[in-house]
């Protein structure tokens, strides 16, 4: 290729980046027309190529022309990109924000949702109820007798350490401590001696717990407790698959795996086939097809003594799961750390 070819294919290339230039609108489209033109395998990296073609006595010049043609290239793209950037800010800030004075169209407006977890719990609630339990609740402040000593847990229990709790107040006798589960309303249940108790307590706990996909620090569980003449642990398991079947519907099956709860004896806890890959395996279930609700068992003769009910009178179960854990059932949610994240798509998506 001659000199005089390669000016005139680089003024023929100008002309064709100044008509692109004028069209482009954003800075993806700068983007677009630098690595088009200047790019690697842009259209002037072409022309570079045809240098080694050329008398040696013209490589100089020609390279000279094709270096002012990148040059000229480069800058335009250098001095119109900030500008883009800068718009597209602009018009991000002004997108997300939000006039308090402005006139609100009321037709805009759409009527205000429960919170998944607010859901699934009325949902739990219903269930249980039509299969025959009253719903309690209790304070989410309790001492350390309700919260550990009453359910069988003394002081220096390893539970207490694996629960890893959010004390208030440290005395040497009763501290406070925002509650790690709902048992303590078992309890004031059982001492008010108004036999027999068929309810479930739900509400909210407290753990330091690490937030992953499963775990989060603030949560909701949701427990029950049924005290009668000769009830045995068949009546538990009966109980656990008869909710699975009620809440679940069908496909999805429950399973009892041996345990230890200090309020409890013998003790289980129970899963569920895993909602997300239908017993597969997936990364929520940890590849094994089940989740982990909760935990159940016969409760503990200490316990119902602490609360004044003769065990040899008496006998019965209590199970207890996180209501987060089954709203990320529910619904299918991999990530239980999307429940608490303040992002309004959320709650009007769903």
Same mark, same amino acid.
């Given at each position: ?119 699934? #719990?009325?949902?739990?609630? =219903?269930?249980?109820?039509?299969? *025959? $339990?009253?719903?309690? +609740? /209790?304070?989410? %402040? ?64 407290? #753990?330091?717990?690490?937030? =992953?996909?499963?775990?989060?620090? *603030? $949560?909701?569980?949701? +427990? /029950?407790?049924? %005290? ?123």
């Amino acid at each position: 290729m001659e000199l005089g070819e390669i000016k005139q294919v680089v003024q023929e290339l100008t002309q064709e980046f100044e008509v692109a230039f004028s069209g482009i609108s954003s800075s993806t489209d700068v983007g677009l027309l630098s690595s088009e033109f200047i790019g690697k395998k842009g259209k002037v990296a072409t022309i570079y190529r045809q240098l080694g073609a050329m008398e040696a006595a013209d490589r100089p010049k020609a390279g000279e022309v094709i270096n002012a043609l990148r040059d000229h290239i480069q800058g335009r793209i250098d001095g119109a990109l900030p500008l883009f950037l800068e718009r597209e800010r602009i018009e991000t800030l002004n997108a997300s924000m939000s006039d308090p004075t402005a006139i609100v169209d009321h037709n805009r407006i759409t009527g205000a949702r429960r919170h998944l977890v607010t859901r699934t #719990r009325i949902q739990l609630e =219903d269930t249980f109820v039509g299969m *025959g $339990f009253s719903v309690e +609740e /209790g304070p989410e %402040v309790e001492s350390e007798w309700y919260n550990f000593e009453a359910l069988n847990i003394p002081k220096f229990h390893p539970a207490r350490d694996a629960q890893d709790s959010f004390f208030l107040e440290l005395g040497e006798s009763n501290s406070m401590v925002l509650r790690t589960h709902t048992s303590p309303v078992q309890v004031r249940l059982m001492e008010r001696g108004e036999l027999p108790i068929y309810s479930v307590m739900p509400g909210r706990v407290y #753990r330091r717990d690490t937030a =992953d996909a499963r775990h989060t620090v *603030g $949560f909701h569980q949701i +427990e /029950g407790l049924v %005290v009668d003449r000769d009830i045995n642990f068949g009546h538990l398991a009966h109980t656990i698959e008869t909710f699975t079947s009620a809440y679940f519907g069908p496909g999805i099956t429950s399973r009892l795996r041996p345990a230890f709860f200090p309020f409890t004896e013998p003790s289980a806890e129970f899963e569920v086939t895993c909602t997300i890959c239908v017993g597969k395996g997936c990364r929520t279930c940890s590849m094994t097809g089940w989740i982990e609700l909760g935990g159940c068992g016969m409760v503990h003769p200490n316990v119902f003594r602490a609360t004044g009910i003769d065990p040899e009178i008496y006998s019965g179960f209590a199970f207890g799961f996180g209501i987060d854990r089954l709203t990320q059932m529910r619904y299918q949610i991999p990530d239980m750390r999307i429940l608490t994240e303040n992002d309004v798509r959320f709650l009007s998506g769903v």
